[in-house]
């Protein structure tokens, strides 16, 4: 906990954003992978955010990660016998994962991550100036 809250606040999101980047990347990163049952499937993740006071402000909010849910959308069943990973009826599993939507979730947790950053410097350029004001 800092003395200006501010950096609490920021520094919540750009976490929460953090862990919202990770997943997409996991989700991108078996969009194409297959399994022989739709149990062993890959489900795509998606972060649960939620406010979170400030222990010192509560009058103030930041976010934190309350869970990381699993998709409950059904993978997608092929046919492809050929396939090493197929069950005995040929079929294989794979997620359902849309790659452009999670480029999508992609872009705006990178961007609400960065608009974080510039909250977090502005702070801190304010203070470095406050103090500097007795020279």
Do not use: C, H, W
């Not at 919202?20 to 149990?39: D, M, Q, Y």
């Not at 993740?45 to 409950?72: N, Y």
């Not at 069943?77 to 999508?104: H, K, L, T």
Request: aromatic content about 6%; hydrophobic content about 40%.
């Amino acid at each position: 906990m800092s003395n200006l809250p501010i950096f609490d606040v920021a520094g919540s999101a750009m976490q929460a954003q953090s862990v919202r980047l990770s997943t997409v990347a996991s989700n991108l990163a078996n969009a194409n992978t297959i399994a022989g049952t739709a149990e062993g499937a890959y489900r795509a993740k998606m972060p649960l955010f939620q406010t979170e006071t400030i222990p010192s402000k509560p009058e103030l909010a930041g976010v934190r990660v309350a869970e990381v849910q699993e998709s409950t959308a059904a993978p997608t069943r092929r046919y492809d016998p050929g396939n090493p990973s197929a069950n005995e009826q040929g079929y294989v599993f794979a997620p359902e994962i849309d790659p452009v939507a999670q480029m999508v979730d992609m872009i705006s947790a990178s961007r609400s991550y960065q608009a974080n950053v510039e909250v977090f410097n502005s702070a801190k350029e304010l203070a470095v100036a406050t103090l500097n004001m007795g020279r």
